[in-house]
T-cell receptor, first 109, second 114 residues
Framework: RKEVEQDPGPFNVPEGATVAFNCTYS??????FFWYRQDCRKEPKLLMSVYSSGNEDGRFTAQLNRASQYISLLIRDSKLSDSATYLCVVNNPGNQFYFGTGTSLTVIP | GAVVSQHPSWVICKSGTSVKIECRSL??????MFWYRQFPKQSLMLMAT?????????EQGVEKDKFLINHASLTLSTLTVTSAHPEDSSFYICSADRGNTEAFFGQGTRLTVV
């Protein structure tokens, strides 16, 4: 079983739409959770960390459900510049980072 | 913020030759660095965990004799792809972290073996 399972996508949404990505992880001892953004042919960059209480950063909201081992990312009022691949990332004991397969988002004018 | 520098950013080599990729943490010490590989339209796959002063830990299915990792100092880890073949062509990325916080990534190395 994969460490991290993520919505396959792709998502093609119009500007201004709200889009949600989901992710599950298999190791109940996982310690930290993140969403990364990867633009084509570039390295992943941290979008936001995910906390148990949920956290929001502008148009982005991340949620963590430890009981269900489930992580989500919500993007409101999508912009063209949001087009990228979004990676769900889990940090396990031993400090190893495991990545989901990534979900491709294209925001259409 | 923290910066991880990876070099070279791209390399083309002949089949059978070896290629070394460097990963440096520029403003912090990294006892652990990670090496990933990403094939087109796929996600990052962890290859190995590089530990300063000790042997690297390889993920299942990754040949340790083919992908040699050396982490001789707290700021430098190297990955050497030995006897490279066309199927080794990929995007290789390193990362380092400061203890359970976000991972900082190098810019990646695009390797093409011809």
């Amino acid at each position: 079983r994969k460490e991290v399972e993520q919505d396959p996508g792709p998502f093609n949404v119009p500007e201004g739409a709200t889009v949600a990505f989901n992710c599950t992880y298999s190791n109940s001892a996982s310690q930290s959770f993140f969403w990364y953004r990867q633009d084509c042919r570039k390295e992943p960059k941290l979008l936001m960390s995910v906390y148990s209480s949920g956290n929001e950063d502008g148009r982005f909201t991340a949620q963590l459900n430890r009981a269900s081992q489930y992580i989500s990312l919500l993007i409101r009022d999508s912009k063209l510049s949001d087009s990228a691949t979004y990676l769900c990332v889990v940090n396990n004991p031993g400090n190893q980072f495991y990545f989901g397969t990534g979900t491709s988002l294209t925001v259409i004018p | 913020g923290a910066v991880v520098s990876q070099h070279p950013s791209w390399v083309i080599c002949k089949s059978g030759t070896s290629v070394k990729i460097e990963c440096r943490s520029l403003d912090f010490q990294a006892t652990t660095m990670f090496w990933y590989r990403q094939f087109p339209k796929q996600s990052l796959m962890l290859m190995a965990t590089s530990n300063e002063g000790s042997k690297a830990t390889y993920e299942q299915g990754v040949e340790k004799d083919k992908f040699l990792i050396n982490h001789a100092s707290l700021t430098l880890s190297t990955l050497t792809v030995t006897s490279a073949h066309p199927e080794d062509s990929s995007f290789y990325i390193c990362s380092a972290d400061r203890g359970n916080t976000e991972a900082f990534f190098g810019q990646g190395t695009r390797l093409t073996v011809v």
